[in-house]
């Protein structure tokens, strides 16, 4: 199954040119009649292992999926039959549609109907789809369509004619040889996670020789060495693929038990490494913090992925490797980013360098902005660019940008920082490049939580020469009301359940300014954000602020 070595792909203009050549090369090979001949083989008659999805379906979208509505990136599609290509579809909801996650809605819902409707769902993809795709395909989305067709077997077998059953594992079969020939050729990163993952199900699943699973898991094995940090941290250092890394290990550790495998030790400590990393990220509310494309996540899922990870380590105050520090004092919490992007985060990097998140007793107080799911461009844009984030920029500019083929712009080449403790309270002072290269201009963060939670102080430092003016902004959860204090100074913050903050600044203007939260998938909440703005001030500005709990 597995035919491909597995290499480390360049970047930059050297990956540009070989991702050209290869999408040339695969145009002019897989879409050919006589490669679609080479992955034919013996059909199987039955499948060895049915295994099942261990993720939670929702029935309502299951009944949704039934009526012939499909949601998928911002985007809703009404139709009787299933619209495999709509006119305009963005390639997330291309992905999402042709990835067949959503079965497990269906599944939810239950009922004869249902049965009828994903057979004839599955069996027209089979007859509409069922040739080489760039996209449909692709070694990722094919992984995940094999690992929801093979999870929700007795679904689309259960009760279906020998002429459509025969056709499902036909195409099973096929579309498993091919993820066999191209799994390490697909995008970089989680996505060859996902395309591994369906590389073991298949193994596991279809009849054949048990070299394909040894295969399969020396691919897995490589990957996790190249993805999951030492602290437990995934490489994109974004709060949401490190769970979606850590649900597909989760669900690969269940499928290889499940079929009486052993477990191999590198998955069970990948495992126990990541998730710490998936508490460290939460919220008190249980959702993900809004670093590097992420949303904060269904808080009920998230809580049966770490139930089925079964993996108890506490949240670490610390992750160096990725690049991040979280901040504890009785029930607040500041989790702040203090890293430089590598090559694999470039799909999902900010330009959040320094920015920090803040929740007090189980409601968020300071954020970023969150990403955007759908297909606009301008939005994903703007949901990474500096001034959607809680943190300074210099003339309104981006620490981190990305060119047109997705690579490093420029970016923070070195992000150094250091923690102190003593005696409950906790001292962060991290700095970034970011704007050197543009600008000379060089930014400094230093943070203070008191050790009774009730004071979080700050201090933001610009030094050099090559720009005249600095903002400072912090964004506001929409659940937060903010107002001006009489002479201007600072703010006063309201929490939901009434709970008074009040900021106040030194060193620069503090107005409060509108600002929109994506925090939500699909949703764009209005809110709000204090700003602070000023002239450097020669080769050193200094700006001063405190956030302090009311009464505290």
């Not at 050919?32 to 080479?38: D, E, K, M, N, Q």
């Not at 400094?444 to 902004?473: M, N, P, Q």
């Not at 900021?503 to 300014?513: D, E, N, P, Y």
Request: charged content about 20%.
């Amino acid at each position: 199954m597995v035919d491909e070595p597995t290499i480390d792909r360049p970047t930059g203009t050297g990956r540009r040119t070989l991702d050209r050549a290869r999408e040339a090369i695969e145009s002019a090979v897989y879409g050919t009649a006589l490669y679609r001949v080479s992955l034919r083989g013996k059909r199987p008659e039955a499948l060895t292992f049915g295994p099942t999805d261990p993720w939670p379906g929702d029935a309502n979208q299951g009944q949704t999926l039934n009526d012939g509505c499909y949601a998928f990136a911002g985007r809703t599609v009404t139709a009787g039959p299933a619209p495999w290509n709509p006119e305009g579809a963005s390639a997330a909801w291309l992905e999402a549609m042709h990835g067949f996650q959503w079965l497990r809605h269906m599944a939810a819902a239950g009922g004869a109907e249902t049965r009828d409707r994903v057979h004839g769902l599955v069996t027209d993809w089979i007859t509409a789809q069922g040739e080489w795709d760039p996209l449909t395909w692709r070694a990722d989305v094919l992984g995940r369509r094999l690992v929801a067709w093979l999870s929700h077997s007795t679904l689309l077998l259960g009760g279906a004619g020998r002429q459509s059953a025969e056709a499902i594992l036909t195409s099973l079969a096929e579309q498993a040889r091919h993820l066999g020939r191209v799994a390490t050729a697909g995008p970089d990163g989680a996505p060859r996670i996902a395309a591994i993952k369906g590389l073991v199900f298949a193994a596991l699943c279809l009849p054949g020789d048990d070299r394909r699973l040894v295969q399969a898991l020396l691919l897995l094995d490589h990957e996790i060495g190249r993805q999951i940090h030492a602290d437990g941290g995934h490489a994109s250092r974004s709060p949401a693929v490190q769970l979606s890394v850590f649900r597909d290990l989760v669900e690969l550790r269940s499928v290889v038990m499940a079929a009486h495998q052993p477990v191999p030790t590198m998955l069970q400590t990948a495992i126990d490494r990541m998730a710490p990393v998936v508490r460290f990220f939460r919220h008190g509310d249980g959702g993900l913090a809004l670093f590097n494309d992420s949303t904060e996540g269904d808080p009920a899922l998230i809580d049966v992925a770490l139930a089925l990870g079964d993996a108890p380590g506490q949240p670490p105050l610390s992750a160096p490797h990725s690049g991040f520090e979280r901040m504890v004092a009785r029930c607040t919490l500041v989790i702040t980013d203090v890293g430089a992007p590598g090559p694999l985060a470039a799909p999902h990097a900010h330009g959040g360098t320094l920015s920090f998140e803040m929740s007090v007793d189980g409601h968020r107080l300071v954020v970023n902005c969150g990403a955007h799911g759908g297909s606009d461009s301008d939005w994903r844009q703007a949901q990474r660019a500096t001034a959607a984030h809680s943190t300074a920029a210099v003339e309104d500019a981006d620490s981190l940008a990305l060119d047109q083929d997705g690579n490093f712009d420029h970016c923070p080449g070195q992000v150094d920082a250091t923690r102190q403790e003593d005696e409950g309270a906790t001292w962060i002072d991290a700095s970034h490049d970011g704007f050197v290269a543009d600008y000379g201009i060089s930014h400094r963060r230093r943070l203070y939580l008191a050790a009774d939670g009730d004071s979080l102080r700050g201090e933001d430092t610009l030094s050099g020469h090559g720009a005249r003016r600095f903002t400072i902004r912090f964004h506001l959860h929409p659940t937060v009301k903010a107002s001006l204090v009489a002479d201007g100074t600072g703010a006063l913050l309201r929490l939901p359940g009434g709970e008074g903050w009040r900021m106040r600044s030194s060193g620069a203007m503090l107005v409060i300014a509108d600002s929109i939260y994506l925090g939500h998938a699909g949703a764009h909440s209005r809110s709000e954000q204090i700003v602070l703005s000023g002239p450097l001030q020669g080769g050193v500005t200094t700006v001063k602020w405190a956030l302090s709990r009311i009464g505290g």
